[in-house]
T-cell receptor, first 115, second 119 residues
Framework: KQEVTQIPAALSVPEGENLVLNCSFTDSAIYNLQWFRQDPGKGLTSLLLIQSSQREQTSGRLNASLDKSSGRSTLYIAASQPGDSATYLCAVRRPSGGSNYKLTFGKGTLLTVNP | GAVVSQHPSWVICKSGTSVKIECRSLDFQATTMFWYRQFPKQSLMLMATSNEGSKATYEQGVEKDKFLINHASLTLSTLTVTSAHPEDSSFYIC???????????????FGSGTQLSVL
């Protein structure tokens, strides 16, 4: 059974700091890995998706890496801003395709960026 | 990106009543929709997968007679929590994707969620 762990559970940083969020998964046989952002009481916004054959993806100040063999991914946020404050979720998709599109989520990292 | 609309955003109901939650894909056809539940400080847990026009597939431990899912059209899926009890209080969120035909079929788009409180 796939398990996804995110460390740290919570992180508080001053504005402008670069930071790294960690995600690990127990079964390396994944199809892809996705990072989401969740604001309180809101839905999820997809930030980055990394296919199992890829090593990293970048979007603006965000960079996500994937080391499938070791079951790890990191989300790097550069020059953090108060607007980045949210819960960041990591999710992996199991290999089966088609309608068998099950995502296994971690519990998330609650990020607070202080002005 | 694609938009998934979920209503209501929050609902408070008495124990024993039924609550219906709607999930609509506004600008694409959602061949498949997923329903998740999230308890405080816990992971999102998949409850069921529904494909348009067929019966939903429920995850282990999820009571299909309690959580009724209807996906009658390519733009609408509903989750009905029947005879709700306080332990059903949770954040319910749907996601949708046209995973069979879309060029962006790797991504799912999420609704804004429904906070259910059962008194």
């Amino acid at each position: 059974k796939q398990e996804v762990t995110q460390i740290p559970a919570a992180l508080s940083v001053p504005e402008g700091e670069n930071l790294v969020l960690n995600c690990s998964f127990t079964d390396s046989a994944i199809y892809n890995l996705q990072w989401f952002r969740q604001d309180p009481g809101k839905g999820l916004t997809s930030l980055l998706l990394i296919q199992s054959s890829q090593r990293e993806q970048t979007s603006g100040r965000l960079n996500a890496s994937l080391d499938k063999s070791s079951g790890r991914s990191t989300l790097y946020i550069a020059a953090s801003q108060p607007g980045d404050s949210a819960t960041y979720l990591c999710a992996v998709r199991r290999p089966s395709g088609g309608s068998n599109y099950k995502l296994t989520f971690g519990k998330g990292t609650l990020l607070t960026v202080n002005p | 990106g694609a938009v998934v609309s979920q209503h209501p955003s929050w609902v408070i109901c008495k124990s024993g009543t039924s609550v219906k939650i709607e999930c609509r894909s506004l600008d694409f056809q959602a061949t498949t929709m997923f329903w998740y539940r999230q308890f405080p400080k816990q992971s999102l847990m998949l409850m069921a997968t529904s494909n348009e026009g067929s019966k939903a597939t429920y995850e282990q431990g999820v009571e299909k007679d309690k959580f009724l899912i209807n996906h009658a059209s390519l733009t609408l899926s509903t989750l009905t929590v029947t005879s709700a009890h306080p332990e059903d209080s949770s954040f319910y969120i749907c996601s949708a994707g046209d995973i069979f035909t879309s060029a962006t079929n790797e991504k799912l788009f999420f609704g804004s969620g429904t906070q259910l409180s059962v008194l």
